[in-house]
């Protein structure tokens, strides 16, 4: 079998299995009438209701919508400080190992703090608005940018920067020309996994601080025991990860094919 024929028959193995927990659990739920648990139907009715087209209220999915597209646009705000503010210290540090190992404890120190842990400084800095949540996502995001980029440049043959030196490139020149194209396989890895993070670390900084979005609309079906509205909330942000990882591998791919060509050579 070729590797497009092994693909297939993974893919579909996967939703067979993703076929027999869901009816695994509608059975558990409705045999055992778990009040936090609902079955997965009602999962779907409540998803059909609020998160879908309706023609009994035709309202609510519009709302819905709004709600992701707030999230959405926050989350990939904030990733795309973090990929800026990430690539270029990432590339510094790379670049100037002195100045990375006298950096390297305060790093360590400040990403071993959660993102949520600063939400509640943001708020009181910041107040509730789209700045705060711009901040905790960028803090959140920066690290696994900064630290692939940092890898990435130190890894980068040191015969490319001289002849870009002795082709009198000047700084900027070579970070664009030489260093981001090198290190763009690892720095591609630290921004695909950072757009997951922003997506997650931008609901919760929605539902700590009642700030509308995903987050907001989940903490309001939590608060009114809206049980099956919660967990459809809940799949709609997991769907809204998935979305956008797949779309970044589209651009992934597109971006480094170059990479992948001169690879297999």
């Keep these: 079998m070729n590797a497009r024929t092994v693909r297939s028959l993974s893919y579909a193995a996967a939703v067979v299995v993703l076929i027999a927990l869901l009816l695994l659990w509608q059975w558990y739920a409705v045999t055992n009438r778990i009040f936090f648990l609902p079955a997965p139907s009602a999962i779907g009715e409540a998803l059909w209701k609020q998160w879908l087209p309706s023609a009994a209220d035709g309202s609510r999915w519009l709302t819905g919508l709004a709600a992701i597209g707030q999230t959405f646009a926050s989350a990939m705000a904030g990733w795309g400080i973090a990929g ?97 194209p090198a290190a763009s396989p690892k720095i591609f890895a630290g921004l695909r996994v950072s757009m997951s993070m922003a997506i997650v670390v931008t609901v919760g900084a929605e539902m700590f601080a009642g700030a509308g979005g995903l987050g907001g609309m989940v903490l309001n079906a939590s608060a009114t025991y809206d049980l099956p509205g919660l967990w459809a909330g809940l799949l709609i942000v997991a769907l809204c990860g998935l979305a956008a990882n797949y779309l970044f591998l589209l651009v992934e791919r597109a971006s480094l094919h170059w990479h992948t060509r001169r690879r297999t050579q």
Excluded: H
């Design 84 to 180: 800026v503010v990430g690539i270029v210290a990432g590339a510094i540090l790379g670049r100037w190992r002195t100045l990375a190992d006298l950096a390297d404890i305060p790093l360590l120190l400040v990403r071993s703090v959660p993102a949520v842990a600063v939400i509640p400084i943001c708020i009181v800095i910041f107040g509730l608005g789209l700045e705060m949540k711009l901040i905790v996502v960028s803090f959140g995001c920066i690290w696994p940018v900064l630290l692939n980029t940092v890898q990435g440049v130190g890894a980068i043959n040191p015969v490319q920067l001289d002849v870009a030196r002795l082709s009198r490139l000047g700084l900027v020149a070579r970070f664009v020309r030489v260093m981001v």
